[in-house]
């Protein structure tokens, strides 16, 4: 199994620009999640899905849209994009609710200038 | 969510033991002390997890003080792929979205 994948590796976009994190499972886990990490800090949840077409808000969702067609994708997407962005996103996946089953992906830098 | 206090860095010599505590006074009665690291450029991983008893597993172990106040996690033999970030995260054992990272322990090995 690749296990959770993520697209791309690194971006930098404008300000006002748009653009789509992709996020892909094979363990075919119900629970997936998109985090964010700072410089220096530790991870702040921003969305996550409970299973296919089920998607709700974490702790940090301003600025971000989900959606979650099927077991296997979960993409962020990030609309009018902005410094405060700049930021190290994180998928992960679960089988089940059990907070020690969380799967990472290796992360998505990304920098808004 | 109960606070956790973490040293921010500690070193350890390879092939040593280390001991990496955690405070979690205001830990309620249903919390499970879980343990996560962050290898550098990576993701994190899983560790270890418990509610009261001492636990073991193929990658540490994990003493939980009597009144669940604290707990330490033990790398019985750290190796150079041991240094990372590690979380201690009081939360309960389910709910996708109660898994809540602090800033962590860096660990240094020096071979």
């Known amino acids: 199994n690749a296990g959770v994948t993520q697209t791309p590796k690194f971006r930098i976009l404008k300000i006002g620009q748009s653009m789509t994190l992709q996020c892909t499972q094979d363990?075919?886990?119900?629970?997936m999640y998109w985090y964010r990490q700072d410089p220096g800090m530790g991870l702040k949840l921003i969305y996550y899905?409970?299973?296919?077409?089920?998607?709700d808000k974490g702790e940090v969702p301003n600025g971000y849209n989900v959606s979650r067609s099927t077991t296997e994708d979960f993409p962020l997407r990030l609309e009018l994009a902005a410094p405060s962005q700049t930021s190290v996103y994180f998928c992960?996946?679960?089988?089940?609710?059990?907070?020690?089953?969380?799967?990472f992906g290796p992360g998505t830098r990304l920098t808004v200038t | 969510d109960a606070k956790t206090t973490q040293p921010n860095s500690m070193e350890s010599n390879e092939e040593e033991p280390v001991h990496l505590p955690c405070n979690h006074s205001?830990?309620?009665?249903?919390?499970?002390i879980h343990w996560y690291r962050q290898l550098p450029s990576q993701g994190p991983e899983y560790v270890i997890h418990g509610l009261t008893s001492n636990v073991n597993n193929r990658m540490a172990s994990l003493a939980i003080a009597e009144d669940r106040k604290s707990s330490t996690l033990i790398l019985h033999r750290a190796t150079l792929r041991d240094a990372a970030v590690y979380y201690c995260?009081?939360?309960?054992?389910?709910?996708?979205?109660?898994?809540?990272f602090g800033t962590g322990t860096r660990l240094t090995v020096i071979p």
């Open positions: 992960a996946s679960s089988y089940s609710r059990l907070l020690y089953e969380q799967y």
């Open positions: 899905s409970v299973g296919a077409g089920i998607t």
């Open positions: 995260i009081p939360t309960l054992q389910t709910g996708a979205n109660n898994l809540f």
């Open positions: 205001t830990i309620s009665g249903t919390d499970y």
């Open positions: 363990m075919n886990h119900n629970y």
